[in-house]
């Protein structure tokens, strides 16, 4: 279990949360944030104000450059968004900082969710499981458990993820899923949940896909 098997590091200069570490305290580490699929999370809809999606694009002129659109149609699209507990960042000289768990969903199959134009693409042989207790499990094609919530799933969400048959799966460690320490829930606004979940959009940090939903509840 666990969302990716450990690789041999070659350099013995490594931090967890900016203090040295040696090889055996950096696995030991990589190994207790893998193994860690309960996640924080979220479920709501496209037309959510903290996440301002937009529109979704149905053509795209090369030579104009312009982009049409589906008028409506999108605001009951059910996303979840998964916001992993620790970060795993990696930065190689020269490059900048990736997080270690989005790499390995993207190369798993989803989609990076940068700034501006994305595409949002089916997610080849992930599933996203309503399960018998009511918790959502975002599973990869290997069939092992990525990231697992446990939210509230009102009836709304609930109806348009089996009415469309699949939700979009936004995972990454700025989603605006989590209240900031010292600040209380209620004070976490919409507009503040949005720019966190833009800046991590443009960091490259949001992998995203549209994942069938297997209602496990009947």
């Not at 900048?96 to 134009?117: D, N, S």
């Not at 595409?119 to 975002?138: F, K, Y």
Request: charged share 20%; net charge positive; proline share 7%.
């Amino acid at each position: 279990m666990g969302r990716f098997k450990q690789k041999k590091q070659r350099r013995s200069r490594f931090q967890v949360d900016g203090h040295p570490v040696g090889r055996s305290d950096l696995m030991s580490h990589i190994s207790a944030v893998a193994e860690t699929v309960d996640d924080h999370g979220r479920v709501t809809l496209w037309d959510d104000p903290a996440l301002q999606l937009g529109q979704v694009a149905r053509g795209f002129d090369l030579a104009s450059g312009t982009v049409t659109v589906e008028p409506g149609g999108t605001e009951q699209l059910p996303a979840a968004l998964f916001e992993p507990e620790r970060a795993l960042m990696m930065r190689l000289p020269g490059q900048p900082p990736q997080e270690q768990q989005v790499e390995i969903a993207i190369k798993l199959g989803l989609g990076r969710f940068g700034r501006g134009l994305s595409a949002l693409c089916s997610a080849p042989g992930w599933s996203l499981h309503r399960l018998a207790d009511e918790r959502l499990e975002l599973r990869s094609p290997n069939g092992e458990v990525f990231s697992r919530i446990e939210v509230p799933l009102n009836p709304a969400w609930i109806s348009a993820a089996v009415s469309t048959g699949f939700v979009l799966c936004l995972y990454g460690i700025q989603l605006g899923v989590r209240t900031p320490p010292g600040m209380p829930a209620n004070r976490y606004t919409d507009q503040e949940r949005l720019e966190e979940f833009r800046r991590g959009r443009g960091l490259g940090f949001t992998a995203a896909g549209l994942v069938p939903f297997v209602n496990n509840r009947g």
